[in-house]
């Protein structure tokens, strides 16, 4: 039975060190950087929250005391919770290190450094329509090798990965926008304690139980290089939000 909104954990990756950000984000994680005076962590946590979720569990390593002492010291009505790494543990390891504290069946995997306006009813709807494993939200994009790349069969089924560090250029760029719902089997497929990615290690090889794509036609904005950051503030500036 498809629980409310408000009993599914959202679960944030936050840990990311942001390399490639550094020259014009370098005191704080990459997921605080400010989008007219207001972190990009907080527009996607206010954006969910808007459909109803109230339990968010932030991923934290690089820098995580800056996102502690925000948290705190900003309330809200929400449950912000903190997953916190000391070494980086790549997306999966994130994941099996928040078990503990990711409490619902299915929960919602989310990056912290891009925004994708998806209807998170209609992918939950998607998610327990098909009875998957995983469901990832995939969005359409020019040139879309630059990002992780997936093809779908026509019942919307994930068949293959095309990772952004090998890209092929499909005739339909699907990209992995890296919002994800799962059932909490994933973490028996995760190992303790290592670094290690949920796109590139672990999706390709649960395919057979059932991971399907959720395609939505929006905008995909990813804040990872200073330009793309740019443009996000562009946005923000000229629409009024993201």
């Given at each position: 039975?498809?629980?409310?909104?408000?009993?599914?954990?959202?679960?944030?990756?936050?840990?990311?060190?942001?390399?490639?950000?550094?020259?014009?984000?370098?005191?704080?994680?990459?997921?605080?950087?400010?989008?007219?005076?207001?972190?990009?962590?907080?527009?996607?946590?206010?954006?969910?929250a808007g459909f109803g979720f109230r339990r968010f569990i932030l991923g934290i390593g690089h820098k995580k005391d800056f996102i502690k002492?925000?948290?705190?010291?900003?309330?809200?009505?929400?449950?912000?919770?903190?997953?916190?790494?000391?070494?980086?543990?790549?997306?999966?390891?994130?994941?099996?290190?928040?078990?503990?504290?990711?409490?619902?069946?299915?929960?919602?995997?989310?990056?912290?450094?891009?925004?994708?306006?998806?209807?998170?009813?209609?992918?939950?709807?998607?998610?327990?329509?098909?009875?998957?494993?995983?469901?990832?939200?995939?969005?359409?994009?020019?040139?879309?090798?630059?990002?992780?790349?997936?093809?779908?069969?026509?019942?919307?089924?994930?068949?293959?990965?095309?990772?952004?560090?090998?890209?092929?250029?499909?005739?339909?760029?699907?990209?992995?926008?890296?919002?994800?719902?799962?059932?909490?089997?994933?973490?028996?497929?995760?190992?303790?304690?290592?670094?290690?990615?949920?796109?590139?290690?672990?999706?390709?090889?649960?395919?057979?139980?059932?991971?399907?794509?959720?395609?939505?036609?929006?905008?995909?904005?990813?804040?990872?290089?200073?330009?793309?950051?740019?443009?996000?503030?562009?946005?923000?500036?000229?629409?009024?939000?993201?």
């Open positions: 039975m498809r629980p409310p909104l408000k009993d599914i954990d959202l679960f944030i990756l936050c840990g990311g060190k942001g390399e490639r950000l550094k020259s014009v984000v370098a005191d704080r994680p990459k997921p605080m950087a400010e989008i007219e005076g207001e972190p990009f962590l907080n527009i996607l946590i206010d954006y969910a002492n925000y948290y705190r010291e900003n309330k809200t009505n929400l449950d912000i919770l903190f997953s916190e790494e000391d070494e980086p543990l790549g997306t999966a390891g994130a994941v099996k290190n928040a078990e503990s504290i990711i409490k619902s069946e299915p929960f919602i995997v989310m990056n912290g450094d891009s925004f994708c306006k998806i209807d998170f009813n209609r992918f939950i709807d998607f998610y327990f329509e098909r009875e998957a494993s995983v469901c990832i939200a995939a969005s359409s994009m020019e040139g879309g090798g630059e990002f992780g790349e997936m093809v779908l069969d026509h019942e919307e089924r994930i068949v293959s990965f095309n990772e952004k560090e090998e890209p092929k250029r499909l005739p339909r760029h699907l990209i992995n926008t890296g919002i994800y719902i799962m059932d909490r089997a994933i973490f028996g497929d995760i190992p303790e304690e290592k670094n290690i990615s949920m796109e590139k290690e672990i999706f390709p090889n649960i395919l057979q139980r059932g991971v399907y794509g959720f395609c939505i036609s929006k905008e995909f904005i990813d804040i990872g290089t200073p330009e793309r950051l740019k443009k996000a503030r562009d946005i923000k500036n000229t629409k009024g939000n993201l």
